[in-house]
């Protein structure tokens, strides 16, 4: 519990309005996607980085724990306070989109800019951010970065690593540094911007971040692949981009979830589909559309797709979209609780992976529907269970994180690891490797006061 001395030491750097204890504040910021809960000791809004640079120093200095936080929308309990301390919440101020450069095509945004603001403002100027988790409508900036999001455009542009060029962050003993460039190309010093992508708030607090942006493409089409079974459509996703497919996305669902979709929403989906892709691609010529979609329909069919739709305008192209977009509530059918995992493994091993996943839920008697970016290798796995069966549930997901590394993917492809994948760290990375992180860690927070414990360290 933080003492009263130094709510008001706070209070002297934020000033009155930016700092709150009471109790609505603590259960408002004590939750996030996981609905875990653990109160803090008081909720800071920081200004301007030279507020976060003052609140750092004071925390470090008396060994006051801080949780960074943006907007709260995690599945992994990245910005929970599991172990009290203050909140640094973002949202208040450090909310602003600085610069569009459309010269360089870049954009200079605050920690807690919406992702989707973003992206709306770079289109204004004719200009494209492509990383679109599926909590682009809310999530932030900052925490894009802090988790390394993905989205359902990675096939083609990739995810949120692939746009930060530059970071500034704050260090616990309150020094500003600068990691990265505007430059398209920089090789002087470490790559400190890259470690602190995907750190999840356990090494420095960023407090500005430099994006890339790319011209906005002319054309986009949607299209449907439905297939008979499983394999047949993951065999489809990495035997077309192979053959030289470049879809901006390529989106699965398995027959669980299309039987989900027409019993709870009625979509408009056979019946007896095993499995669909759903995607967009685009481009600046027509001709460049119409070689994707062909070259798509051609491997999709020579993998045992039994149809394959285009959409002839954006309404039809929506209701495409609309099965994949609304998967994740459909399949609640299944149970009162949603173990929801977000494997990612090499595009050729999805076949493989998808079955054993099916076994593993067929061992422990649960339905595990499956769906997400089979273009980047990523699957939500979703193991149902009823509250009774938490211990059993947890038990098939360990499974199925080994099997996942065993061949040759990882625990996460863009949701973090946080608190609730931090026991199985030890699944994917020996004692070195472990090791080294926890050094690094020790570099940059010797006091262990930035978000700590989470990702296992």
């Known amino acids: 519990m933080i003492k009263d001395k130094h709510i008001n030491a706070l209070r002297d750097i934020v000033g009155e309005d930016n700092i709150y204890s009471d109790k609505a504040h603590l259960i408002a910021y004590s939750y996030d996607a996981t609905r875990t809960k653990y109160e803090p000791d008081a909720v800071v809004f920081p200004r301007d980085e030279d507020d976060i640079s003052d609140i750092l120093k004071y925390c470090n200095r008396y060994k006051i724990i801080i949780t960074p936080r943006g907007a709260g929308s995690g599945f992994t309990g990245g910005a929970l306070p599991a172990h009290g301390g203050i909140i640094l919440a973002m949202e208040k101020h450090m909310n602003k989109i600085l610069e569009i450069d459309t010269q360089n095509m870049v954009a200079v945004v605050q920690p807690a800019v919406i992702n989707m603001d973003l992206q709306k403002e770079a289109q204004r100027h004719g200009l494209f951010y492509p990383p679109d988790p599926a909590s682009e409508e809310y999530s932030t900036l900052g925490g894009n ?169 954006d309404d039809e192209a929506k209701k495409l979209w609309y099965a994949r977009k609304n998967a994740s509530q459909s399949i609640t059918i299944y149970g009162n609780k949603k173990l929801n995992e977000d494997i990612s493994v090499p595009r050729s091993m999805l076949p493989e992976a998808l079955r054993n996943i099916y076994k593993i ?97």
């Open 145 to 313: 970065v802090s988790e390394n999001a993905g989205g359902m455009r990675a096939a083609k542009y990739g995810i949120t690593k692939d746009f930060v060029m530059a970071l500034r962050a704050v260090r616990t003993n309150g020094d500003i540094i600068r990691a990265g460039k505007k430059t398209i190309k920089d090789v002087a010093g470490y790559n400190t911007a890259g470690i602190l992508i995907a750190s999840e708030g356990t090494l420095a607090i960023i407090s500005e971040i430099t994006l890339k942006l790319i011209p906005m493409p002319k054309y986009k089409k949607t299209y449907m692949g439905i297939f008979s079974d499983v394999d047949s459509a993951m065999n489809a996703v990495f035997k077309s981009l192979s053959s030289g497919a470049n879809p901006v996305a390529m989106e699965f669902l398995d027959k669980l979830v299309i039987e989900a979709l027409i019993d709870k929403l009625g979509v408009d989906l056979p019946k007896d589909a095993g499995a669909v892709l759903v995607g967009d691609v685009d481009g600046n010529v027509s001709d460049e559309i119409d070689f994707q979609l062909k070259t798509l329909e051609e491997s999709f069919k020579e993998n045992g797709a039994t149809e394959f739709r285009v959409a002839k305008d």
């Open 361 to 457: 839920g067929e061992k422990y008697g649960f339905k595990v529907p499956c769906f997400g970016h089979a273009g980047d290798g990523n699957i939500h796995v979703n193991v149902m269970i009823d509250i009774s069966q938490l211990e059993e549930g947890e038990k098939a997901i360990e499974e199925i994180f080994q099997m996942v590394v065993d061949i040759g993917g990882t625990l996460s492809g863009e949701h973090g690891i946080g608190t609730s994948k931090a026991p199985f760290m030890g699944i994917a990375f020996n004692n070195e490797e472990m090791n080294l992180f926890r050094d690094i860690k020790r570099a940059f927070d010797p006091n262990n006061i930035l978000n700590p414990y989470k990702m296992g360290l």
